[in-house]
């Protein structure tokens, strides 16, 4: 079984920062592409950023210049650091891992389960 698990979410004031971890346990054999995706209140899930394997980066809308997403392959982990946050970030951050497990002969899409960033303004 694989277990995508999130943190470092939070309250922070306009202009703050926030980092995000989120770590992929349970047998694994490769992990290709991790990204966060978000839901703010009302609205559609949408993708942040993501990054390969190779640590290729792509950035969505707002999220240019003022997030950075990173990997630790070593550890399955991935990261991002929100600075300068804005009310309009708020939302349900959820990590998102592209990976191969014994069990499935393709890869497949395993999800964390949302941690809430709150940006008050």
């Known amino acids: 079984q694989v277990q995508l698990v999130e943190s470092g979410g939070g309250l922070v004031q306009a202009g703050g920062s926030l980092r995000l971890s989120c770590a992929a346990s349970?047998?694994?054999?490769?992990?290709?592409?991790m990204g966060w995706y978000r839901q703010p209140p009302g609205k559609q899930h949408e993708l942040v950023a993501s990054i390969t394997s190779g640590g290729d980066t792509y950035y969505v809308g707002s999220a240019k210049g003022r997030f950075t997403i990173s990997r630790d392959n070593a550890k399955n982990t991935v990261y991002l650091q929100m600075n300068r946050l804005e009310p309009e970030d708020t939302a349900v951050y959820y990590c998102?891992?592209?990976?191969?497990?014994?069990?499935?002969?393709?890869?497949?899409?395993?999800w964390g389960q949302g941690t809430q960033v709150t940006v008050s303004s």
């Open positions: 998102n891992a592209n990976l191969q497990t014994p069990w499935r002969n393709y890869d497949y899409d395993y």
């Open positions: 349970g047998t694994i054999l490769r992990i290709n592409n």
